[in-house]
């Protein structure tokens, strides 16, 4: 690697301890990874439900997903500005050169946000929901715009944590595919958001239909997710094990050598993707074991959060090489980061009121916009 390459450390130092900037990072992209599944997987199971067939039950289940994204895109996109702010400031020589690199795509990323939640809303008030047939081409340009913005963001990720490559990056941008890692870890993440916007699906259907709302639909709706769970968490494990295997020989020694705080959460992470096929395996009918389907969703979110700090360990091995010797100055600020903390815990109150009131009482019509 050329060293040169590698902007100087900005002098100014951060306001609080870097392990307590770790430890942010890893909660608030945990926190940015359920909606940002919701947003991908489940506008790319309601484009696949409504092209693949009109059935009732699958035009219902895009229109749900849809009502859902309505939100969770907005979500999405709220959660992700700190996840995002935290690696600028710990990975501000890294991670500036890689959205440098790639700027072109980086910039594009706005315009693939913007027009695929415009498609979503075209979708709403053009299509299906609103006019009972329709809508399914907004809902591709969607799905499509939404998987851009993932593959762009995981050739940053993969840029970023390889100052190495940045020359060979610099004279051919669109060799960045060619990592072998590159599309397994976007495969990783696709499958993890179909995974969990099904069982999201499938665990309200559960709901409604154990309430008396619509048995027939629901019971149709939860099956077919639980179909779409079982799939693409089988996928998953796969592609998980091929992604260990591909990963740079000495980040794959630093994980095995790493002792505890690199083995249990990878291996925790193994176990819970293991315990989740057993528990998706289990269930014929979702609608007659709810509790079993409650767990299920639980454990998902569990193994997400758990791949969230195996997903960071990653990026430190990939950086130690480039990292070594640097130490990041640092001048606490406490009044200002309990503020933080403040309001960082009355968003999340405020979102979950929020997301409650939606499930509660859900608004129809133009005003569900």
Known sequence: MNPSLVPALDPTPIPGPAWLFHVLLVFTFFLHALFMNLALGGTLIAAFAHLGGGSPARLALARRLMGVNGYGISFAITTGIAPLLFVQVLYQQYF??????????????????????????????????????????????AAVLFLAIAMVHVAVHLIHVQPATWARIAARPWSILADPTYFPRLLHFVLAALGFSALVMTWWAVRQAGAGRDVELNTAIASHTWKWAIVTTLLQVVDGFVLLMVLPRDVLIGLMRGGAATLFPLGLSVLLGLGLLMMLARVGNPV??????????????????????????????????????????????WGNFFLFVLLLLAGLATAAYMIRLVMTSPAAGREAA
Do not use: D
């Not at 594009?108 to 081409?137: N, S």
């Open 288 to 333: 007659a074991k709810p509790g079993l389907v409650t767990g299920t969703l639980g454990g998902m979110i569990l193994t997400i959060a758990v791949m969230a700090i195996t997903r960071h360990q990653v990026r430190e091995l990939y950086l130690a090489p480039a990292s070594a010797g640097s130490v990041i100055p640092v001048a606490p600020q």
């Open 96 to 141: 500036y050169p890689a959205t440098i690199l790639i700027g072109e795509m980086w910039l594009l990323l706005v315009a693939f946000l913007m027009l695929g939640y415009y498609a979503v809303y075209l979708y709403k008030f053009r299509g299906a929901p609103a006019r009972g047939t329709g809508g399914g081409g907004w809902l591709a340009v």
